[in-house]
């Protein structure tokens, strides 16, 4: 049966709540952007499900007027899959955060994804605890002075993207606040994966850990320190596009080109690759030593976890056909009293 | 092989019993739970009512003949209905040493105790314990003793199909079978069929020969100079099959699901004594049932709210530790008012506790145990055979009243067997679920808090056009569903939600009263100590005391009309697994003096302890 969709614009998925985000938090536009893919993914309103965890980032769902759950915190990856088993026919997206995600809720962000369920994770990474007004995070730097690390910050941060991609992400993608072309792009190609996608933003909270991606979205730098992954491109930064990467051994190494380097000894990106390591690889990618790569790490086509349990009892009705229990019940040694 | 003459032996005299109580015991390895299982079955088929009682170690093998890798099943078969698995041992075979040193205390005086004596070699005796042997040290004597070259004789059954001897001996739990099933007149014929449908090739021979071989060695040897005939039990009419309770409440949700036709999510995380419903409900693809083992207990419950709020009947399953690990998730079960079953097969704790041991202590986190104010129905099984409907009845409560719900079982009655009177599907009522339809822009908008007679809120499902809302953990406004942190709304709602909780007893049937309904003492039990308790009061009622008995079924809300039954008795009785959960609950909610009567030892009541109990009252 061909439905034919309602043309759907931004502000229907505006729900009528008032956003409670600080003002010039950088959640606003990542909502933003949101709302600007999901009318253009052919798909109802009424089938989209936003589920989140705690934190800043996971009152998400009350701002977009799809069905929403906001639950407790880090489980938002386990409830998605209990919905998306029950109804495949679902579009559901998990908003989380750094805290959220990679802390109390890590060991569901790492099964989540390597099921592989068709669902999308948006990781909203801004290197803080925002809700609880500013503890360090999982993913705070080294040496990160808050109020709960008055003398820094003692364990190693995790990088978002090199979890996702060990835990067998199909899709792994980062993007960027303030870049929002990129970040609307990046959301529309994590939208149409098939499988789980995994996307970071480097999302400033201007509260308590303003600025910490400065070096990132700065007008003066950014081309310096960050890199936009382009799919069968050799890796090239700089104003000017004049420098690269390319791997030296196992690692990787900022060129010039020119100087006797040219285009093709550059690093190529496939997303497509089979094995992991090359995305991986880029995912360690840290500032200030390298410039950090954006858009899509890797995108690979994988069973999905929901369509193989549809599948599993698809067959087992059809190897072992009737389901009737009072079958089931008189199976086996019975006896009768009279 | 030796012609079968099976039944009564010729010239041996046979004793007509009411009932007999039998342990196998062996090492972890000694294929004791099949050979329960199988003793178990046919005593069914004979007609006669069954209760069972496996028992075995936390290890999966623990060292070989030691005390610590003993494991036992108990089977209690009887001409009438019973409600346990006995007390003391009619019969007790030991297939070792440590066996024997484990399992004696149990047997009664003047009962039958079969050894294999090959096993009461230095080293066995040593792995046990013992300083000196058992069998010649006249340590035995109270006992009908009958030491039988068990590994020898099943060596010597099984010799001609070359198996090796570890193969060999292996066969032994059968040859014990065969002794003793010729030592209570049972068929070979059950465990024959089993043993063609479960075995190939030479296994299937050997395990054939030897039990044949065991009833053989019963038959001629002089040693026995009896055996034993139960007859048929006086069951209600109708057709039975034997049912485990882990079994009951796998196939009681699958058809709690069709009745109420919804599609079944199960999620859940392995743990001992629960993981057995994960076992059954996987194999039910067929059915349509889906089973998603989770990375933890944590995911396994919100994973069940997240099928919960998708439509279907989700539920999960676990013991106590992991039901402690889900609790922030069930309380957001009860905030988003979403129906789901919590099951907890209950074990002895705290922390790890005894992982195969039954106890009844997780009363209190069932009731009580979730952060703020948060009421949840608690309904309880109380055998095997009653899981199924108590799954049936859970889902009931669930999407008449919109709340998770908790059942509780108990590893009694999750691994105990009885017979099962078998249903027919459309014999079992209807289970009405709505979901409210579509609505269009002009219709009023949807609210997802506004609630019906009950207090139950609308099941409104992703997917249906114009109902799109968001629920989440935050207190909401009643109605709509926003997020409120307004005082009086917040009082409101803990309000609303235990009013709801509390309105799932006017749909209670009145409270059996088994006796009179007033008298001297009243016993009050819950869910495993059932058969335990009303054969304990029947017994005492026999002789001619003033005790009535009666079975809580709901735990929370407890029966309206439980006040006015206990305030017609002098004295009340709470006899639990626990040290008084359940009578706290009576005493702080009534400020009724009930008496405790408490175990955790990780059994069963014993039916003797409790009429001695019950006798302090009439003495
Ligand atoms: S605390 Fe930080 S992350 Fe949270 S809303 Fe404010 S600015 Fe945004």
């Given at each position: 049966?061909?439905?034919e969709?309602?043309?759907?614009k931004?502000?229907?998925?505006?729900?009528?709540?008032?956003?409670?985000?600080c003002?010039?938090?950088?959640d606003?536009s990542?909502?933003?952007?949101?709302?600007?893919?999901?009318?253009?993914?052919?798909?109802?309103r009424?089938?989209?499900v936003?589920?989140?965890?705690?934190?800043?980032?996971?009152?998400?769902?009350y701002?977009?007027?799809?069905?929403?759950?906001?639950?407790i915190?880090?489980?938002?990856?386990?409830?998605?899959?209990?919905?998306?088993c029950?109804?495949p026919d679902l579009?559901?997206?998990?908003?989380?955060g750094d805290?959220?995600?990679?802390?109390?809720?890590?060991n569901?962000?790492?099964?989540?994804?390597?099921?592989?369920?068709?669902?999308?994770?948006?990781?909203?990474?801004?290197?803080?605890?925002?809700?609880?007004?500013?503890?360090y995070?999982?993913?705070s730097?080294?040496g990160?002075?808050?109020?709960?690390?008055?003398?820094?910050?003692?364990?190693?941060?995790?990088?978002?993207l090199?979890?996702?991609?060990?835990c067998?992400a199909?899709?792994?993608a980062?993007s960027?606040?303030?870049?929002?072309?990129?970040?609307?792009?990046?959301?529309?190609?994590?939208?149409?994966?098939?499988?789980?996608s995994f996307?970071?933003?480097y999302?400033?909270?201007?509260?308590?850990?303003?600025?910490?991606?400065?070096?990132?979205?700065?007008?003066?730098?950014?081309?310096?320190t960050?890199?936009?992954?382009?799919?069968?491109?050799?890796?090239v930064?700089?104003?000017?596009?004049?420098?690269?990467?390319r791997?030296?051994?196992?690692?990787p190494?900022?060129?010039?080109?020119?100087?006797?380097v040219?285009?093709?000894?550059?690093?190529?990106?496939?997303?497509?690759?089979?094995?992991p390591s090359?995305?991986?690889?880029?995912?360690?990618?840290?500032?200030?030593?390298?410039?950090?790569?954006?858009?899509?790490?890797?995108?690979?086509?994988?069973?999905?976890?929901?369509?193989?349990?549809?599948?599993?009892?698809?067959?087992e009705?059809?190897?072992?056909?009737?389901?009737?229990?009072d079958?089931l019940?008189?199976?086996g040694?019975?006896?009768t009293?009279t | 092989?030796?012609?079968?003459?099976?039944?009564i032996?010729?010239?041996?005299?046979?004793?007509?019993?009411e009932g007999?109580?039998?342990?196998?015991?062996?090492?972890?390895g000694?294929?004791?739970?099949?050979?329960?299982?199988?003793?178990?079955?046919?005593?069914a088929?004979?007609?006669?009512?069954?209760?069972?009682?496996?028992?075995?170690p936390?290890?999966?093998r623990?060292?070989?003949g030691?005390?610590?890798?003993?494991s036992?099943?108990?089977?209690h078969?009887a001409?009438?209905?019973?409600?346990?698995?006995?007390d003391?041992?009619?019969?007790?075979?030991?297939?070792?040493?440590?066996?024997?040193?484990?399992?004696?205390?149990?047997?009664?005086?003047?009962?039958?105790?079969i050894?294999?004596?090959?096993?009461?070699?230095?080293?066995?005796?040593?792995?046990?314990?013992y300083?000196?042997?058992?069998?010649d040290?006249?340590?035995?004597?109270?006992?009908?003793?009958?030491q039988?070259?068990?590994?020898?004789?099943?060596?010597?059954?099984?010799?001609?199909?070359?198996?090796?001897?570890k193969?060999a001996d292996?066969?032994?739990?059968f040859?014990?079978?065969?002794?003793?099933?010729?030592?209570?007149?049972?068929?070979?014929e059950p465990?024959?069929?089993?043993?063609?449908?479960k075995?190939?090739?030479?296994?299937a021979d050997?395990?054939?020969?030897s039990?044949?071989?065991?009833?053989?060695?019963?038959?001629?040897?002089?040693?026995?100079?009896?055996?034993?005939?139960?007859d048929?039990?006086e069951?209600?009419?109708?057709?039975y099959?034997?049912?485990?309770?882990?079994?009951?409440?796998?196939?009681?949700v699958?058809?709690?699901?069709?009745?109420?036709?919804?599609?079944?999510?199960?999620g859940?995380?392995?743990?001992?004594?629960a993981s057995?419903?994960l076992h059954?409900?996987?194999?039910?693809?067929?059915?349509?049932?889906?089973?998603?083992?989770?990375?933890?207990?944590i995911?396994?419950?919100?994973a069940?709210?997240?099928?919960?709020?998708g439509?279907d009947?989700?539920i999960t399953?676990?013991?106590?530790?992991?039901?402690?690990?889900?609790?922030?998730?069930i309380?957001?079960?009860?905030?988003?008012?979403?129906?789901?079953?919590?099951?907890?097969?209950?074990r002895?704790?705290?922390?790890?506790?005894?992982?195969?041991?039954?106890?009844?202590?997780?009363?209190?986190?069932?009731v009580?145990?979730?952060?703020?104010e948060?009421?949840?129905p608690?309904?309880?099984?109380r055998?095997p055979?009653?899981?199924?409907n108590?799954?049936?009845?859970?889902?009931?409560?669930?999407?008449?009243?919109?709340?998770?719900v908790m059942?509780?079982?108990?590893?009694?009655?999750?691994?105990?067997?009885e017979?099962?009177?078998?249903?027919?599907m459309?014999a079992?009522?209807?289970?009405?679920?709505?979901?409210?339809?579509?609505?269009?822009?002009?219709?009023?908008?949807?609210m997802?808090?506004?609630?019906?007679?009950?207090?139950?809120?609308?099941?409104?499902l992703?997917?249906?056009?114009g109902?799109?809302?968001?629920?989440?953990?935050?207190?909401?406004?009643?109605?709509?569903?926003?997020?409120?942190?307004?005082?009086?709304n917040?009082?409101?709602?803990?309000?609303?939600?235990?009013?709801?909780?509390?309105?799932?007893?006017?749909?209670?049937?009145?409270?059996q009263?088994?006796?009179?309904?007033q008298?001297?003492?009243?016993?009050?039990?819950?869910?495993g100590?059932?058969?335990?308790?009303l054969?304990?009061?029947?017994?005492?009622?026999?002789?001619?005391?003033?005790v009535?008995?009666?079975?809580?079924?709901?735990?929370n809300p407890l029966p309206?009309?439980?006040?006015g039954?206990?305030?017609?008795?002098?004295?009340?009785?709470?006899?639990?697994l626990?040290?008084?959960q359940?009578l706290?609950?009576?005493r702080s909610?009534?400020?009724?003096?009930?008496?405790g009567f408490?175990?955790?030892?990780?059994?069963p009541?014993g039916?003797g302890?409790?009429?001695?109990?019950?006798?302090?009252?009439?003495?």
């Amino acid at each position: 049966m061909a439905i034919e969709l309602p043309v759907l614009k931004p502000s229907d998925f505006a729900s009528d709540q008032d956003v409670r985000w600080c003002p010039g938090c950088g959640d606003y536009s990542i909502l933003a952007q949101m709302k600007k893919v999901l009318p253009t993914l052919g798909v109802p309103r009424e089938k989209m499900v936003f589920v989140s965890g705690i934190g800043c980032s996971s009152r998400f769902p009350y701002y977009v007027n799809t069905y929403g759950l906001h639950s407790i915190h880090g489980r938002a990856p386990a409830i998605a899959t209990g919905l998306k088993c029950a109804r495949p026919d679902l579009m559901v997206w998990v908003v989380t955060g750094d805290g959220d995600g990679l802390s109390i809720g890590g060991n569901h962000l790492m099964h989540c994804i390597r099921r592989n369920l068709d669902i999308n994770i948006v990781m909203f990474n801004n290197r803080i605890y925002g809700l609880t007004k500013g503890q360090y995070s999982p993913t705070s730097p080294l040496g990160k002075v808050t109020k709960s690390t008055p003398m820094g910050a003692i364990d190693n941060p995790l990088h978002p993207l090199s979890i996702a991609i060990g835990c067998e992400a199909t899709f792994v993608a980062r993007s960027i606040d303030t870049n929002i072309k990129h970040l609307e792009m990046t959301l529309k190609r994590a939208a149409e994966h098939r499988g789980t996608s995994f996307v970071e933003v480097y999302q400033n909270c201007n509260v308590f850990n303003d600025g910490a991606f400065e070096y990132a979205t700065d007008k003066a730098s950014k081309a310096d320190t960050v890199i936009e992954l382009e799919h069968g491109k050799p890796l090239v930064f700089g104003k000017n596009r004049e420098k690269g990467i390319r791997l030296h051994g196992m690692n990787p190494e900022i060129v010039e080109i020119g100087k006797g380097v040219n285009e093709d000894d550059l690093l190529f990106h496939d997303e497509k690759a089979d094995e992991p390591s090359l995305a991986y690889l880029l995912s360690r990618m840290r500032y200030p030593e390298f410039p950090e790569p954006i858009g899509v790490f890797r995108a690979v086509d994988r069973p999905r976890y929901d369509e193989e349990m549809v599948s599993q009892i698809a067959k087992e009705r059809q190897t072992r056909g009737d389901a009737d229990l009072d079958k089931l019940f008189n199976s086996g040694e019975t006896w009768t009293v009279t | 092989m030796a012609t079968s003459t099976e039944g009564i032996s010729k010239n041996k005299q046979v004793i007509k019993l009411e009932g007999a109580t039998v342990r196998f015991a062996g090492d972890s390895g000694d294929g004791m739970q099949l050979a329960g299982t199988q003793l178990t079955n046919t005593s069914a088929l004979a007609g006669n009512d069954v209760a069972t009682f496996p028992d075995f170690p936390a290890e999966i093998r623990a060292p070989r003949g030691t005390l610590a890798g003993v494991s036992g099943f108990q089977i209690h078969f009887a001409s009438s209905e019973i409600f346990t698995p006995g007390d003391s041992l009619d019969a007790l075979v030991a297939m070792n040493p440590a066996a024997l040193k484990t399992n004696l205390s149990d047997l009664r005086a003047g009962g039958i105790l079969i050894v294999d004596k090959d096993s009461f070699d230095k080293k066995g005796l040593e792995q046990a314990g013992y300083a000196k042997n058992p069998l010649d040290d006249g340590s035995l004597d109270s006992y009908q003793l009958f030491q039988v070259e068990l590994t020898k004789n099943t060596r010597n059954a099984v010799e001609s199909l070359g198996l090796g001897l570890k193969a060999a001996d292996r066969c032994r739990n059968f040859y014990a079978m065969g002794l003793v099933f010729w030592l209570y007149g049972r068929s070979l014929e059950p465990t024959r069929r089993y043993v063609q449908t479960k075995f190939k090739g030479e296994v299937a021979d050997a395990n054939l020969r030897s039990l044949e071989a065991g009833r053989n060695y019963g038959e001629t040897t002089d040693a026995f100079y009896s055996s034993f005939q139960v007859d048929r039990a006086e069951l209600k009419a109708g057709k039975y099959r034997n049912i485990i309770g882990n079994q009951a409440l796998a196939w009681g949700v699958v058809a709690a699901a069709k009745l109420s036709k919804c599609e079944l999510f199960l999620g859940s995380y392995p743990i001992t004594p629960a993981s057995d419903i994960l076992h059954y409900l996987s194999e039910f693809k067929h059915h349509g049932v889906k089973t998603f083992q989770a990375e933890d207990e944590i995911a396994a419950m919100t994973a069940t709210i997240g099928a919960a709020f998708g439509g279907d009947m989700a539920i999960t399953t676990s013991s106590g530790p992991g039901i402690a690990l889900k609790g922030e998730a069930i309380g957001l079960g009860v905030m988003l008012e979403l129906p789901m079953l919590v099951i907890n097969v209950q074990r002895g704790g705290p922390s790890t506790g005894l992982p195969t041991k039954t106890e009844q202590s997780d009363l209190f986190q069932a009731v009580f145990g979730r952060n703020g104010e948060c009421p949840m129905p608690v309904i309880a099984a109380r055998s095997p055979s009653d899981c199924f409907n108590t799954a049936i009845e859970a889902w009931q409560i669930a999407v008449r009243y919109m709340t998770p719900v908790m059942l509780l079982s108990d590893g009694y009655i999750a691994n105990g067997a009885e017979p099962w009177e078998i249903p027919t599907m459309s014999a079992l009522p209807d289970i009405p679920v709505e979901h409210p339809g579509p609505r269009s822009e002009d219709d009023p908008p949807f609210m997802p808090y506004k609630r019906d007679e009950r207090l139950a809120r609308p099941w409104a499902l992703p997917g249906t056009v114009g109902l799109t809302h968001r629920i989440g953990g935050l207190e909401k406004q009643d109605v709509t569903g926003n997020i409120s942190y307004d005082p009086a709304n917040h009082q409101h709602m803990v309000n609303t939600r235990a009013q709801k909780v509390n309105n799932v007893a006017n749909d209670y049937p009145a409270t059996q009263i088994e006796g009179a309904d007033q008298g001297e003492l009243l016993v009050i039990s819950w869910g495993g100590t059932y058969g335990s308790c009303l054969t304990a009061v029947r017994r005492m009622q026999a002789l001619g005391h003033s005790v009535s008995h009666i079975h809580l079924r709901y735990i929370n809300p407890l029966p309206n009309d439980l006040h006015g039954i206990m305030q017609r008795f002098q004295h009340i009785l709470v006899p639990e697994l626990n040290m008084g959960q359940l009578l706290t609950l009576i005493r702080s909610k009534y400020v009724i003096d009930a008496k405790g009567f408490n175990k955790v030892q990780g059994r069963p009541f014993g039916v003797g302890e409790l009429m001695d109990k019950i006798g302090e009252y009439f003495s």
